[in-house]
Structures are given as structure tokens and as C-alpha cells.
């Protein structure tokens, strides 16, 4: 079964978490032997960007030693041959450039994700 | 309590659910920083914040082990905050609604957490010199 997970709420609980969950669910259903890839919407599209950092929070003596890296976890996932897409009207509205996302991303259209769904035994909308 | 500023928030989410939890928490912490006093309405979900039983764990997926993932947990947080606050002559009372705890079986916080009603936030908001409600969504 080929599955697509599509990632469309964005930053939720990421700092807490250290990563996107259900990035980190798609790593860990990879490891488990799923077949899937990955469509970003949203204001998820910015887990394509390669230059983001999220490193330096504290409160009072805490500090967080492990941030979120969220772009090394879209990348890993792209390196163990996860297609990842996002999609490119929601990365024309908010102002980010092709150039600034990770190698390997590929952008789709609204207008193409009807047959890119076709490719897949099932949706998973998150 | 002091002279101080006194600052009031009341927050409803649950914890490793929303970014709102950190917003708050980073508000909080500048507040501290400063002095300031900060009373703090735990309501419905968000009680859970302070849970004693939260336990870090390893991940997996980022090949860590527990100590080198150094999980954020809440609870350790509001720790912090209650230090900090404390460390700079301010006052951090932080009240966790009851019915709400009750309702969730979430008895178990931290020191320096106390339980109370939204008569304690009434009380809070009226002491204050202003007062942010950090609704869910």
C-alpha cells in the first residue's frame, strides 16, 4: 500500500515536540516498512525552507539544548526516497522562493494534486 | 506581595499540542526577568502543563538517547520560571483550576503549584495591572 501524507498544520507544539509529528511519524512508519510521501500545504511549506533555526530558547535557567530541525528532517526523509511536495500557490502567497528550499523538494500545483492522489491507495490528511 | 507589576495570564491549552504553550511560556519568562509579578490560571486542558509524571524519552528517529535528546518537558518550565521569578524579587503564583484537574485526574504537580477556582482568577485579574487570556483554538 502506498500511502500520501499531507502536512497542513504547521509549528504545532514543534519546540515541545523537537519536530513536526507527523514528520516524525512519517520517519517512523518508514522504518516500519510503509511506503509513503509527503505533500506540505499551508504554512507548512516552510518545512521546505533550508534556512530556518530554531535553537536558542530559555526560560529562566532552562535551555533547550535540542532544538526542532525541522528542514534536517524534511531532507532525511527525502534521502530515504520519501517524495516530498509542497505546494507552490501556498508558497507564492507567502513570499518563498524555490530557491530557498531544500534539495530535492518538489513543488505541485492545486491544480495537479487531483492525479497526484490517483497515485496513491490512500490519503492521509493531517 | 510587593509593589511590583503584576501581570495575569490565563491559558487553556494542553501541553505538546500547541506553539501557544511556548508563546506564553517566553512572555512569562520576560515578565520574570524584569520582576515582575505573574499570576497564572491554569484552565481546563493547560493544568496539565505542571504534571509531575511527565517523563523525557529517547527518539529514535533523531538516533538519540534520552539524555542527548534532553526532551523539553513543561513542568521543568514552569520550574524554571518559579526560580526565576523568585530570583528577581518577584512573586510567580501559578493556580491550577480544580474542577479542571479533578475531571482529568491530574493531581499530581509540581511544588509550587497550587489549586484553586476561577474565583482565584476573578481575584488574580482584579490584583492586576493587566490581565491576557491565551484562549484555545
Known amino acids: ?13 514543534t519546540i515541545e515536540e523537537q519536530d513536526d509529528t507527523i514528520v516524525w511519524l512519517s520517519h517512523a512508519l518508514c522504518g516500519a516498512g510503509a511506503e509513503l510521501d509527503v505533500v506540505l500545504q499551508g504554512n507548512a511549506v516552510n518545512y521546505a525552507v533550508a534556512a530556518q533555526n530554531a535553537a536558542g530558547l530559555s526560560f529562566g ?60 491507495d490512500s490519503i492521509w490528511q493531517w | ?50 504534571f ?6 529517547p527518539n529514535a528517529v533523531h538516533g538519540h538517547t534520552a539524555e542527548e535528546e534532553n526532551h523539553p518537558l513543561p ?15 518577584g512573586i510567580l503564583d501559578w493556580v491550577n483550576c480544580g474542577l479542571c484537574v479533578d475531571e482529568r485526574g491530574a493531581t499530581d504537580a509540581i511544588e509550587g503549584i497550587r489549586r484553586g477556582t476561577p474565583a482565584d482568577f476573578w481575584q488574580m485579574a482584579l490584583e492586576s495591572d493587566n490581565t491576557l487570556v491565551i484562549a484555545t483554538n
Open chain 2, 1 to 50: 506581595m510587593n509593589d511590583n507589576v503584576t501581570l495575569t495570564f490565563a491559558m487553556m491549552d494542553a501541553p505538546f499540542e500547541s506553539a501557544r504553550t511556548t508563546t506564553v511560556m517566553r512572555l512569562i519568562d520576560i515578565a520574570a526577568r524584569r520582576g515582575y509579578n505573574v499570576n497564572v490560571f491554569a484552565y481546563e486542558g493547560a493544568v496539565h502543563l505542571p
Open chain 2, 52 to 57: 509531575a509524571g511527565q517523563t523525557a524519552h
Open chain 1, 61 to 120: 535557567d532552562w535551555r533547550q539544548t535540542e532544538p526542532p530541525r525541522i528542514a534536517r528532517d524534511i531532507a532525511s526523509l527525502i534521502q530515504k526516497n520519501v517524495s516530498v511536495f509542497a505546494s507552490n500557490e501556498d508558497l507564492r502567497e507567502r513570499g518563498i522562493d524555490g530557491s530557498a528550499l531544500l534539495d530535492g523538494v518538489k513543488q505541485v500545483s492545486r491544480g495537479e494534486m487531483a492525479a497526484l492522489f490517483e497515485r496513491y
Open chain 2, 75 to 89: 513542568k521543568d518550565w514552569i520550574s524554571a520560571l518559579l526560580r526565576e521569578t523568585e530570583r528577581n524579587g
Open chain 1, 1 to 13: 500500500m502506498k500511502v500520501l501524507q499531507i502536512v497542513k498544520t504547521a509549528y504545532r507544539a
